[in-house]
T-cell receptor, first 114, second 120 residues
Framework: AQSVAQPEDQVNVAEGNPLTVKCTYS??????LFWYVQYPNRGLQFLLK??????LVKGSYGFEAEFNKSQTSFHLKKPSALVSDSALYFC????????????FGRGTSLIVHP | NAGVTQTPKFRVLKTGQSMTLLCAQD?????MYWYRQDPGMGLRLIHY???????AKGEVPDGYNVSRLKKQNFLLGLESAAPSQTSVYFC???????????????????FGPGTRLTVT
């Protein structure tokens, strides 16, 4: 079984400040972890993934995420938020091996204020 | 490449009507998926396919059927639409690629722009 939780429905941050969008997961075995972003009236776009290796993963648009096995977390971060980062963010997990069916979180709305 | 495309973009149906949503991808991906997105519910998997001629049920398959007659196309059918099927539908595709070791396995999905369906 696999599951993912995004504990915050909405995150508010001022432009220029660092941002964090939280994600915790539960999976048997090793996880594959993903972050996607959805802009209004658009499909999801892949941001970054963790498969194995370095715990800090860098992705598109200056985003990065840190895999923490002991805390079963994969929080999305950016050092300096932009208004254009305002969107809906989804975390997803898949158990290594097995079928190609990831489980998505419910999404976190990020609002960056000017 | 066009990536993943979906037709139509919008549709309004009356209860009991039928329709088919078409998803096409030009990336030669083996895996294709249909999701629905509802407020506060995130993405829920309806059906998926791991290759041409194969389909499988996802989390919420009732009221939907699918077909994958060609590798590049994945069709989602509603035989008798119900108001509960009002939603935004997303198609996605994904691939795997071995380049040596675990780091060669990729599973990210590519999503289409969505179809907004309203059933009255």
């Amino acid at each position: 079984a696999q599951s993912v939780a995004q504990p915050e429905d909405q995150v508010n941050v001022a432009e220029g400040n660092p941002l964090t969008v939280k994600c915790t997961y539960s999976v048997s075995g090793n996880p594959y972890l993903f972050w996607y972003v959805q802009y209004p009236n658009r499909g999801l776009q892949f941001l970054l993934k963790y498969i194995t290796g370095d715990n800090l993963v860098k992705g598109s648009y200056g985003f990065e995420a840190e895999f923490n096995k002991s805390q079963t977390s994969f929080h999305l971060k950016k050092p300096s938020a932009l208004v254009s980062d305002s969107a809906l963010y989804f975390c997803a997990v898949k158990r290594s091996g097995g079928s190609y069916i990831p489980t998505f979180g419910r999404g976190t709305s990020l609002i960056v204020h000017p | 490449n066009a990536g993943v495309t979906q037709t139509p973009k919008f549709r309004v149906l009356k209860t009991g009507q039928s329709m088919t949503l078409l998803c096409a991808q030009d990336m030669n991906h083996e895996y294709m998926y249909w999701y629905r997105q509802d407020p506060g519910m995130g993405l829920r998997l309806i059906h998926y396919s791991v290759g041409e001629g194969t389909t499988a049920k996802g989390e919420v398959p009732d009221g939907y059927n699918v077909s994958r007659l060609k590798k590049q196309n994945f069709l989602l059918g509603l035989e008798s639409a119900a108001p509960s099927q009002t939603s935004v539908y997303f198609c996605a595709s994904s691939y795997t690629k071995r380049t040596g070791g675990l780091k060669g396995l990729f599973y990210e999905q590519y999503f289409g722009p969505g179809t907004r369906l309203t059933v009255t």
